[in-house]
């Protein structure tokens, strides 16, 4: 019984070594490298397909810059009128310039004008806008309740606030209003209704004027840092922080997976065309492989640049047209906290050193493919790959530069073009951190380019084949 059980082990065939172009040890990567180069970034730019859409591009991101100031100016032509009726309350004081002043004040924070740190924060009438400007609020007093509800109901006013008596003797106020109960206008009249309550109980108490302007002075309360040389440790200096580098690592993101691809689309379209194989009789593939990388993706940044650029003019054209349009000029928003010559020198080298790292792997596994259909397949590990790199560098955002897992990340060479970058913004960093960065990626580039040539001799000739996993060993382990 025991010998029917017994099966023969039929010996597994060891996995076929695809045959590679021979290589030419000693060849320097120059001149050659420098012509493919040429060749790929001329052959790309002067297409029509690529001008049009640089140009359609650019006017989407200036557009796109310029959101900010049309949202202004919409907000700026717009009147948000509000009428006020007080009779069954029997206030000592009119309400309405209260309201008024609280709504517009209330405005003028939220569009980003910083009140002055010598204002009081007594509800007085005089914290209203400045007279040279047309206040987004206009609030009136009603006479009669039914014709001010049956106006916001036909939309002569845009709320309604009734004024009445609580079982306590305290004020009572219901706000009618056709926008969501949670919205912009309904937070802005609740603080209002704060200011007319605090108003109408210090009238009830007795207290005189005096009295209430020393209750509202304002107190001496300091924050200090715990490390006084570190950043400030204001709330919008660290959102400033964050959105600064998050705007780094973005750029990365999308510079790594945009013209990645195209890369390995370059490789798949020359390989099909078997315009490849003429091309390596003159150059090895370690300088096909270099030229590439640095031609398609220098014709990337170069419709990349054009892009910022516009961006960039559309940005520095919002004051100008808020002032011409509604003549006066723009609020100004938070500065880029962090973003200082040191971090622009070490983007700039992040940026290049990690775009090479992954554009090697894309013009690798390009090269396994048959047909351009089939990029998208190989490729897909790699968007992946790139966007681990932007997760953990958003996660190392909030958990800070001082975690262990973020200082490694920092230095894996996938990662660390984005999270060395926002341990730099947070300026957070030893000098000596983000060089011995570098130091760790830029033969991790060599490497990666030694790797991926191997890959691209071996892959060249491949054709018919399925890219798998087991194909790409055996192009990495392939013998010339």
């Known amino acids: 019984m025991s ?33 493919v180069a040429r060749r790929e970034y001329t052959q790309r730019v002067r297409t029509r397909s690529f001008l049009l859409g640089t140009v359609v591009l650019m006017v989407i991101a200036f557009g796109a810059a310029l959101i900010p100031t049309i949202v202004t100016i919409i907000e700026g032509q717009i009147t948000t009128k509000v009428v006020v009726y007080d009779a069954d309350a029997r206030l000592g004081f009119d309400p309405v310039p209260i309201l008024s002043a609280t709504l517009n004040a209330q405005a003028s924070v939220g569009a980003g004008v910083t009140p002055s740190p010598d204002a009081s924060p007594s509800p007085s009438p005089s914290a209203g806008p400045s007279p040279s400007t047309s206040p987004e609020f206009v609030v009136t007093a009603a ?14 006013y845009d709320g309604l606030v009734v004024i009445s008596r609580a079982a306590d003797g305290d004020a009572a106020f219901e706000f009618a209003t056709g926008g969501p109960a949670d919205g912009r206008v309904a937070y802005y009249v609740r603080q209002g209704a704060m200011a007319i309550a605090l108003q109408d109980r210090i009238e009830r108490l ?39 580098s998050t705007l780094l690592v973005i750029l990365i993101l999308i510079t790594v997976i945009t013209y990645g691809t195209w890369v390995a689309m370059s490789v798949a379209e020359e390989k099909s065309s078997r315009v490849m194989e003429l091309m390596l009789s003159a150059a ?16 990337g940044l170069t419709q990349y640049a054009g892009i910022l650029g516009a961006g960039l003019v559309g940005i520095v054209l919002q004051g100008p047209i808020t002032e011409a349009v509604l003549g006066r000029q723009a609020s100004a928003g938070p500065a880029l906290a962090g973003l200082t010559p040191e971090v622009l020198v070490a983007f700039v080298l992040f940026f290049a050193l990690g775009f090479s790292l992954y554009a090697l792997i894309y013009a690798a ?3 396994l493919v048959s047909r351009q259909e089939e990029v998208q397949q190989v490729v897909t590990p790699l ?28 230095y894996f060479p996938f990662t660390s073009p984005y999270v060395m970058l926002v341990r ?21 580039v060599l490497v990666m380019l030694v790797i991926a040539a191997r890959v691209y001799s071996a892959g060249v000739l491949l054709y018919g084949q399925r890219p798998t996993l087991r194909t790409l060993v055996a192009a990495m382990r392939v013998r010339r």
């Open 383 to 410: 968007t992946f790959l790139a966007m681990g790199g932007y997760f953990v560098a958003v996660f190392a955002s909030s958990a800070g530069s001082s975690a262990p897992w973020v200082i490694f990340f920092s």
């Open 3 to 35: 010998g029917l059980m017994r099966r023969r082990r039929v010996p597994r065939a060891p996995a076929a070594v695809p045959d590679a172009v021979p290589s030419r040890p000693g060849e320097p990567l120059l001149p050659n490298a420098i012509i």
């Open 206 to 244: 007795g207290v005189t004027a005096a009295q209430a302007s020393g209750l509202f002075a304002p107190l001496v309360f300091d924050v200090t840092a715990k490390d006084p040389s570190g950043p400030s440790g204001s709330t919008a200096d660290f959102v400033s922080r964050t959105f600064t």
């Open 365 to 367: 596994v390009g090269s």
């Open 284 to 299: 090895t593939p370690r300088q096909m492989l270099a030229g590439k990388v640095v031609g398609v993706g220098g014709a």
């Open 143 to 156: 006479n009669d309740l039914d014709a001010a509800r049956a106006g916001v109901r036909d939309g002569t």
């Open 424 to 444: 730099l913004v947070d300026g957070t960093v030893q000098p000596w951190e983000p060089l011995l960065s570098l130091a760790i990626l830029v033969p991790s």
